[in-house]
């Protein structure tokens, strides 16, 4: 199994792309993860009972967003690779920790080399550079 990162980022499409490929070259099985959480500045107006006490449209809002964007990648893979065995995945969660959790026992993750993180001076992103470094298994980095 390849396990691959979107978040529907330019590099989240590329490494889409790389992981579909490698799955069909491999005739493996590929897992598109999305991560999704509520966002700090949101959180923040909750305080101490968060999340608690967060409106659950709120919540809800942003787990069908990352639904929608692992669905959207993996009917891209699919379409790319039509033969390809892709499931979609959308999990609670910082992007690195559902990446590495979702990578164990995978063949190798393939993550963009920046996603939608606002510091596009850093050389790679702050979630790529996790995977990286806390993984368990090989990791592709896809510029």
């Known amino acids: 199994m ?4 979107v978040d529907g980022s330019d590099g989240g499409a590329a490494a889409l ?15 598109v993860v999305s991560a999704w959480e509520v ?16 409106d659950p449209a709120t919540q809800e809002a942003f787990r069908v ?6 669905n959207d ?6 379409g790319l690779q ?14 690195a920790d559902a990446l590495l ?16 993180g606002g510091f596009t001076s850093l050389l790679l992103g702050s979630v ?5 470094q806390h993984a368990t298994c090989p990791v592709v980095i896809v510029n």
């Open 39 to 54: 966002p700090m500045p949101v959180a923040a107006g909750y305080g101490v009972d968060f999340p608690a006490h967060l």
């Open 73 to 78: 990648a993996a009917a891209a893979a699919q």
């Open 82 to 95: 039509p033969a390809l065995d892709v499931e979609a995945v959308a999990i609670l969660g910082q992007p």
């Open 101 to 116: 959790a979702q990578s164990d026992g995978a063949d190798f993750v393939v993550v963009g080399r920046r996603g939608l």
């Open 17 to 31: 792309a790389f992981a579909a490929s490698e799955a069909a070259l491999r005739n493996a099985r590929l897992r």
């Open 65 to 70: 967003r990352a639904e929608r964007i692992a």
């Open 2 to 5: 390849i396990v691959v990162g």
């Open 128 to 132: 790529s550079q996790q995977v990286v």
